[in-house]
């Protein structure tokens, strides 16, 4: 059955400070709205999440929790893990392969550079970097999760808040 994976950057943080560690950087006022923005277009665009996967940092497990809360998805079912904060791209393909194949949607929520890189490997798309709460949605035919690798995707769509801002969802 086909798959498909959105990858999910973490939404506007804090600056990093010497009072805060990286990893407890929480987001903005400006990174809630984003993240709800992004939520909604994902209730009405991509309705049947079945699992959501962020890293364990504050910022990237707020964002996955304001999107799981427009999509009326269950916080407490969204699953951190801590090697997609510093894990690289090995770390995120690691948690995909991992998914149980009874889920066809999975929203993984993590920080760039890595989760360029890995949309990137996925598709074989030149992508860039990906910007704060930016969306890539990336298809596969008839892969189990197990069997995903390097150019195994299709991106399908790029979405940036800036596009929601624009048209409605």
């Given at each position: 059955m086909p798959k498909t994976l959105l990858l999910l950057r973490?939404?506007?943080?804090?600056?990093q400070s010497q009072m805060f560690k990286d990893f407890?950087?929480?987001?903005?006022?400006?990174?809630?709205?984003?993240?709800?923005?992004?939520?909604?277009y994902l209730k009405t665009q991509a309705p049947g999440i079945e699992s959501i996967k962020a890293s364990a940092?504050?910022?990237?497990?707020?964002?996955a929790k304001v999107i799981a809360e427009q999509l009326k998805?269950?916080?407490?079912?969204?699953?951190?893990v801590d090697k997609l904060y510093s894990g690289g791209p090995q770390a995120y393909l690691a948690t995909i392969n991992?998914?149980?194949?009874?889920?066809?949607?999975?929203?993984?929520?993590?920080?760039?550079?890595?989760?360029?890189?890995?949309?990137?490997?996925?598709?074989?798309?030149?992508?860039?970097?990906?910007?704060?709460?930016?969306?890539?949605?990336?298809?596969?035919?008839?892969q189990s999760w197990a069997e995903i690798s390097g150019k195994t995707g299709s991106l399908a769509k790029l979405v940036t808040p800036d596009d929601l801002k624009q048209s409605p969802a």
């Open positions: 973490h939404a506007k943080a804090e600056d407890d950087r929480e987001l903005t006022s400006r990174g809630i709205m984003d993240s709800a923005r992004m939520g909604h940092a504050a910022r990237t497990y707020q964002t998805f269950e916080v407490d079912d969204i699953e951190t991992a998914t149980p194949d009874s889920v066809q949607t999975l929203l993984l929520c993590g920080h760039n550079p890595d989760i360029s890189y890995f949309a990137e490997y996925l598709t074989s798309t030149d992508i860039g970097s990906m910007g704060k709460c930016s969306l890539a949605v990336i298809t596969f035919e008839s």
